[in-house]
């Protein structure tokens, strides 16, 4: 009979699939975790995201920026030519692996060269100029992990290509600053010039004279920077550097002629705008395709709660400190501790005029900014909870088998207008009140035996405890009134 031996090929199936799983050995059946410095993004942090990824696109669109994404994967090539290969990023801390065809990939440690690539190759040149480019993702460097320093991390960066224009400069970063002021993440913008290639030279020497009679004072990757990367010299962070550092010669005294009056029209642009900036000299930058402007900007917060601080993730201990030898996790506590103390940036960018002709292409003056996403939202959270800016959501509640069809029904009805959530597959009308409570809701929708007989519904206030009976057709026309209500009050 075939319905006899359909049915126990199926049998036979299930009990193959039901058989109890071999005892794995113990090390294989532990967790796994992310990779060291790599984090998972989770719900309670989704409003934080959301706030952040939306304003950056709102903000890039009515700028007039294009939207542009390139390969998380790049030829290895192309950031060492791009970012240059004495910098840190380049020298220590990129994931690269030779593929199958023999090619050397790297995961993009940033994205500015590859889309001074991507101008290159889809013959950008040719539109009107300049191309304004905006994009927004993930980028990995090997860094060591501390608070808001993470081995995967986002971005949200413009570019403008094809103009050397001081007003392009002041254009994007008064673009960064109105996402801070929008977000109310309160600032401080450093400005700094560190010249053309030209006033650069002289500059370098000058340096040399003054770092090379305290050489051995210096930190041990200043003093490989004192024959390779002098300018990073300017921004090391080792307390013995930093105490050096007085009366180093400042880029700003070594500008031509060009490169000075290029930098006071920014100034004076920003402020026509009226954004406030610091002076920094130290300002230097960590990669090599900077001219002229350079800039970042610090949160102007005392000192985040450190209940709120990011939590490093442990996994991967074993493997990562064979390879980071030199890092103990006690030094790993300390400048955890120390990043609580001095701020990081929370964006940075700067003009790179040699980038485009660097990678192959014609000369290109051009300008743009990143700004670190994980950062942000860690700022976010630090500012605003997650309760207060939370978008006001309904809950649906249903009490039997007739009342669940309908409260399927009404979810779906009602979605156009509000946030809905539920709980459709709880019985227990207790039980999904608990959850209504655990997810913040501002209302929630109750619906009972009697309701679907006598067709009506109950609203439920779920901050005053209130409830009010409504005829079920006038529920759309009830809840919107209710949540147009609630978003005045808010505002
Ligand atoms: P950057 O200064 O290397 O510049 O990075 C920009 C921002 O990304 C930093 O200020 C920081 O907020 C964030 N960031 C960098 N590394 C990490 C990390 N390991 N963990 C968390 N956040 C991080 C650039 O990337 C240039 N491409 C910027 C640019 C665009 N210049 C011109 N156009």
């Not at 993730?313 to 980071?324: I, Y």
């Not at 006690?330 to 990043?339: I, L, T, V």
Request: charged fraction near 25%; charge should be neutral; hydrophobic fraction near 40%.
């Amino acid at each position: 009979m075939p319905s006899k031996i359909k049915k126990s090929a199926v049998q036979t199936r299930l009990q193959t699939q039901t058989r109890p799983p071999a005892q794995l050995p113990k090390a294989q059946s532990e967790p796994l975790q992310t990779p060291r410095g790599m984090r998972d993004i989770l719900p309670q942090e989704e409003i934080f995201w959301k706030i952040a990824t939306s304003r950056a696109a709102e903000l890039s669109s009515a700028f007039g920026y294009g939207y542009i994404e390139t390969p998380i994967l790049e030829h290895k090539s192309l950031f060492v030519r791009g970012v240059g290969d004495v910098t840190d990023i380049v020298q220590k801390e990129m994931y690269c692996f030779k593929d199958q065809g023999g090619d050397e990939l790297c995961l993009r440690p940033e994205g500015t060269a590859a889309v001074a690539r991507a101008y290159i190759n889809h013959g950008m040149l040719n539109l009107p100029q300049p191309v304004k480019l905006w994009y927004l993702g993930p980028f990995f460097r090997r860094e060591r992990p501390q608070a808001g320093r993470y081995r995967e991390f986002h971005q949200w960066s413009v570019e403008v290509l094809g103009d050397e224009h001081p007003i392009l400069d002041a254009e994007v970063i008064s673009l960064a600053m109105a996402f801070f002021r929008d977000l109310e993440i309160p600032v401080t913008l450093e400005m700094n010039s560190i010249g053309c290639l030209e006033c650069r030279a002289g500059f370098k020497e000058e340096l040399a004279k003054f770092y090379t009679p305290k050489r051995e004072l210096l930190c041990d990757s200043c003093k490989v920077r004192l024959g390779s990367n002098r300018m990073r010299l300017l921004d090391c962070k080792e307390p013995q550097c930093e105490m050096l550092r007085e009366g180093a010669p400042q880029t700003t005294d070594h500008l031509c002629d060009k490169c000075r009056d290029h930098f006071i029209r920014v100034l004076e642009y920003l402020d026509e705008v009226s954004i406030p900036y610091n002076l920094n000299t130290q300002i230097v930058r960590g990669l090599d395709y900077y001219n002229r402007t350079v800039f970042e900007i610090f949160p102007k917060i005392e000192k985040p709660e450190a209940a709120n601080l990011p939590k490093i993730p442990e996994s991967n201990e074993t493997e990562n400190s064979l390879s980071d030898s030199a890092v103990s996790s006690g030094e790993e506590k300390a400048s955890d501790e120390k990043a609580l103390g001095q701020q990081s940036a929370l964006g940075g960018g700067g003009r790179y005029d040699g980038l485009v002709a660097q990678l192959g292409g014609r000369d290109t003056a051009a300008v743009g900014f990143s700004i670190g996403l994980e950062r942000v939202v860690n700022v976010l959270k630090t500012l605003k909870p997650a309760s207060s800016i939370a978008v006001p959501r309904l809950f649906v509640a249903q009490l039997g088998e007739a009342a669940r069809r309908k409260a399927l029904l009404l979810w779906h009805t009602l979605r156009k207008d509000v946030p809905v959530v539920a709980a459709l597959s709880k019985d227990g009308l207790k039980a999904q009140l608990e959850i209504a409570n655990r997810l913040n809701v501002r209302f929630a929708i109750i619906i009972g035996q009697k309701e679907v007989l006598d067709g009506t519904a109950i609203i439920r206030d779920m901050e005053a405890g209130i409830q009010e009976v409504v005829d079920y057709n006038r529920l759309p026309v009830e809840i919107k009134k209710k949540f147009a209500e609630e978003k005045k009050a808010i505002s």
